[in-house]
């Protein structure tokens, strides 16, 4: 069960159709893609796990400021060290994809953004999701005064029990109303 | 730290564990399952296909039974691909509901293979459509450079090219095409003419003797000469009926039928676009449209792959954040303004308004009086030199051009001392760009036709002036026409030469010029009123140029490519970002307006002014409209009572009553929704605070009798022991609200 020398097998291929939501031609890009990061020995093995820092030199990654929580939430590995195998890849893809339904995205969305793993979004983490997106120098920050504003603008937006954090279910709630999020959340090869 | 755990905070603000909410039944449900390799550990199945009550992320509770897991997961199977696990968790699920179909019945088994094949196919029908999608290729390119802003422009332009291809194959199938094959199916075509009448002589300006060179390209870019007896214009379909083998086709009723159809095609085609976006905005006019979190959960476009996009699309976002949050403030200010203030800003907004219609009727004016000149000059057809003659032809549309690039700048000035929120301002100045660009096209209009319908003594004869006019309808066609070229030559003009030298001054020269012009942006809203100024013009000219939408289409089509070009080149993205969502909705509302604003002459001229009796199809009728009554007339009994019912007084009351009626019925059932959802909201809010209550109670009461029993201290707990001591060992079997939390339940 997985891949091995530079072909996918037919019912491989369909069978990745079934389990994601990518077409034949962006499975077979996928895979093309991934064993160009391969080394030669590591494209003979099957199941293959790729470091996260070979992963993060793929173009499309390579200047999310999400990239490390992205090959984090992906990956299988016991280690927690953020390596993808190819089927792991897939996956990321099809959530990524085009076609995935809302509630996948907003699922993986969710677990993206929740930094410290703990199942909610609380300060710390929103605080965190902001510097990400302002960027990361200094100069580039929001005040505190400013920080503490938004933070209690979404929280008041978003939580709807008012216990102070988002969990899984305001989140999704708030991302269904959000009309960007589809189009924002797309990564295609 | 537990990883799964909840916090919750005491009075104290001190954070602890409390495993009571972590027993809770809405928060298992919540809880994600960790991705591990581990396949061996028995997990939370939080994935055996939906149960029914579907919600927002509401999966299989790990304490139903398996049997009740079963029944439900027979009775809805969403597709495997919508979990959110592993790939080998999902196949673990494949395999688990091969085996549950093989005890099912075989009807059900082949009811259920049936559905997955008609989804592969569904989805093989989906992929092989959107590789035929045009410019596929590009707009990803673009999209990774500059974000979802400026691609929604682009992928707006790819609409309106397939738009006006098809009003173009409209156009063509029904009215040219008839034309052409007549000769080759042995069809009779019968033209029309009205013998004897002053008003059916046609002087049209085609050239005689020997032509100059220029002269061709004179006629090339005015639409005269040459041009004006071919298929491109009106005057050419002189024709009556044609009669086929078998039938015969009425080309006027064609003719006009396909004219009030691709009307009827482009505003269905358009509100299905943005019915999307005008339903989510219906939803959202309670929260603000821009909330907070839209922008920090979905700011981010992942598509983004340049590094210098990266770092724009960083700045921008940072840039909105600090300008929202300014805005907030702004509109405390604003609540906070006394009386003498506001009556101060009132009077500067009246005389600033003034100021701008002021300004509008002198651009409405000027391009009235440009109209007159040119057509005078045209008509008296004085010829001095090539250049000049070519710009006494244009003269209409370069000082539209002029108008259309002066007033923007203006208003964006006045905008500043009006004192209006960031986000009102933005949109107020779009307004009156949207208006300035799209009036002055029917101020063209309006002063053609008074010059059309004006004779130089009394009422006209004919209805019209046939002595300068004598084919009316394709003159307008030719004004049309020259408007399309213009804006496509001023287009590729001010990218050729404005927008590549200015790159050129700011890359390599440094002096205090270029530091102060700074490089191009692309500005969405400017170049959205562009396209949207030349698909009202194509709309209203397609009547008297059938095959404008053609010409617009090739356009539309180069202007792609331009456009992307010095987008690429030239541009960096705009400071100030314009969304997606809002912007699709926002070029949907701005192209319903030029639609409703083509709908008006085009409506006006079929009706009221009467055909030009020299040419074009419509000799034989008094009005284009004409055709439709007598065509009635003609047909049999049956029909033509009910096509008169249908348009008679009686009908038409009774169906604007029922309408009103819906429409009230649909605003109360809104209005009761809405009613609900805030209920259910305070609700929830109540349930939370209740839950939290009671949990305090509780641990009020685990405390008081770990006060009074200190025995059970010793006693290991048999649950993970990542639970705080202090509370996990004093526990009794009665506390649990649910059952106990199985081994390894919360970190699996």
């Not at chain 2, 590789?131 to 332009?157: A, C, N, P, Q, V």
């Not at chain 2, 009422?459 to 026409?481: A, D, I």
Request: with cysteine.
């Amino acid at each position: 069960m997985g891949t091995t020398a530079s072909q996918l097998g037919k019912d491989l291929l369909s069978e990745y159709q079934e389990l994601t939501f990518l077409t034949k031609q962006e499975i077979l890009l996928a895979h093309k893609r991934f064993t160009e990061l391969l080394t030669k020995d590591e494209k003979d093995l099957p199941n293959t796990r790729v470091p996260a820092e070979r992963i993060l030199t793929l173009p499309e990654l390579k200047s999310n400021p999400f990239r490390k929580r992205i090959c984090h939430v992906f990956s299988t590995s016991e280690q927690k060290d953020g390596s993808l195998t190819f089927e792991d890849f897939l996956d990321l893809l099809s959530a990524f994809s085009d076609s995935a339904t809302l509630e996948i995205k907003s699922h993986y969305a969710f677990r993206i953004f929740d930094f410290d793993d703990d199942g909610t979004l609380d300060c710390g983490d929103l605080e965190k999701l902001v510097n990400c997106l302002t960027g990361e120098t200094d100069e580039t920050r929001l005040t505190t005064e400013e920080m503490r504003q938004l933070i209690n603008n979404i929280l008041e937006e978003s939580d709807i029990d008012k216990d102070g954090t988002v969990n899984l279910s305001e989140f999704q709630h708030v991302i269904s109303r959000s009309p960007d999020f589809v189009s924002s959340f797309k990564i295609v090869l | 730290m537990e990883v799964d755990s909840v916090f919750y905070t005491d009075h104290s603000g001190r954070v602890h564990n409390n495993p009571l909410l972590d027993q809770l039944p809405s928060y298992q449900s919540l809880l994600y399952r960790r991705k591990s390799s581990t396949s061996g550990t028995k997990r939370r199945s939080s994935s055996r296909g939906r149960s029914g009550s579907s919600g927002s992320g509401k999966w299989g509770v790990s304490t139903v039974s398996r049997r009740e897991e079963k029944q439900k997961s027979q009775t809805v199977q969403r597709p495997v691909r919508e979990l959110a696990t592993t790939m080998a968790e999902k196949r673990r699920h494949i395999t688990q509901r091969l085996e549950e179909a093989r005890e099912l019945s075989s009807l059900r088994q082949l009811r259920q293979s049936t559905r997955r094949h008609l989804r592969r196919l569904r989805d093989d029908v989906y992929e092989w459509l959107s590789w035929l999608k045009l410019w596929r290729g590009d707009i990803h390119l673009i999209e990774g450079m500059f974000g979802t802003g400026i691609l929604s422009y682009f992928s707006f332009l790819r609409f309106l090219v397939m738009l006006n291809l098809i009003i173009f194959v409209l156009m063509f199938s029904f009215v040219m095409l008839p034309l052409i094959i007549a000769p080759h199916v042995s069809g009779n075509i019968t033209y029309t003419q009205k013998v004897g009448s002053v008003c059916s002589e046609y002087s049209g300006t085609a050239r005689r003797g020997l032509v100059n060179f220029h002269e061709h390209i004179t006629d090339l870019l005015s639409g005269g000469g040459f041009l004006e007896r071919t298929y491109l214009f009106y005057g050419y379909y002189k024709v009556d009926k044609i009669h086929f083998p078998k039938t015969t086709y009425n080309l006027p009723l064609a003719y006009l039928l396909v004219t009030i159809a691709y009307l009827f095609l482009s505003l269905i085609w358009i509100v299905k676009r943005s019915a999307t976006g005008f339903k989510r905005n219906l939803i959202q006019d309670e929260d603000r449209f821009q909330s907070f979190c839209n922008k920090i959960f979905a700011g981010w476009d992942f598509c983004i792959t340049n590094e210098n996009a990266v770092r724009l699309k960083r700045s921008s976002l940072l840039y909105e954040l600090r300008t929202d949050l300014e805005e907030e403030r702004i509109k405390q200010k604003i609540a906070d303004r006394t009386r003498k203030e506001r009556c101060r800003i009132y009077l500067i907004r009246l005389i600033l308004n003034l100021f701008v219609i002021g300004v509008l009727a002198a651009c409405f004016y000027s391009i009235y009086a440009a109209t007159i000149f040119s057509q005078k000059v045209q008509m008296d057809n004085i010829k001095e030199n090539f250049i000049v003659d070519l710009i006494y032809e244009y003269l209409p549309s370069i000082v539209i051009t002029l108008a259309n690039f002066i007033t923007p700048l203006l208003f964006s000035v006045i905008i500043n001392y009006e004192d209006y929120s960031p986000a009102f301002e933005i949109r107020f100045t779009l307004m009156r760009c949207v208006f300035m660009r799209l009036t002055s096209i029917g101020v063209l209009l309006f002063s053609l036709w008074s010059q059309i319908t004006k004779c130089d003594d009394g009422p006209c004869v004919c209805g019209y002036n046939n002595k300068l006019y004598s084919c009316w309808e394709t003159r307008v066609g030719q004004e049309m026409y020259k408007l399309t070229i213009f804006d496509f030559i001023i287009i590729v003009a001010v990218t050729i030469f404005v927008e590549f030298p200015r790159k050129l001054i700011v890359n390599y020269c440094d002096c205090g010029l270029a530091k102060w012009w700074g490089q191009q942006e692309f500005a969405i809203p400017q170049n959205v009123l562009e396209i949207v100024y030349g698909q009202t013009i194509c709309w209203i000219g397609t009547f008297y140029s059938p095959m404008l939408p053609a010409i617009c289409t090739m356009k539309y089509f180069f202007i792609f490519y331009i456009k992307k070009v010095s987008l690429i080149n030239n541009c960096r993205p705009a400071t100030r970002p314009f969304r997606a969502s809002s912007s699709n909705f926002f070029f949907l509302a701005v192209l319903l307006i030029g639609l409703a604003l083509a709908c008006v002459p085009v409506t006006f001229s079929m009706a009221q002014i009467n055909s030009s009796h020299a040419c074009g199809p419509f000799i034989n009728y008094n009005t284009s409209w004409e055709v439709l009554p007598t065509t009635v007339s003609e047909l049999p009994g049956g029909i033509q009572k009910l096509l008169l019912a249908l348009s008679s007084e009686a009908f038409a009351v009774s169906f604007f009553v029922v309408t009103c009626l819906a429409m009230f019925y649909v605003i109360a059932l809104a209005g009761a929704h809405k009613r609900v959802i805030n209920q259910l909201r305070e609700q929830l809010a109540m349930e939370g605070r209740d839950k939290r209550f009671l949990i305090q109670k509780l641990c009020q009461a685990q405390r008081l009798s770990a006060i009074k029993s200190p025995v059970s201290k010793s006693r290991p707990r048999r649950s993970s022991p990542s639970y705080h001591t202090s509370f996990s060992n004093n526990f009794n079997e009665a506390v649990f609200l649910a059952h106990s939390p199985p081994a390894s339940s919360t970190h699996v």
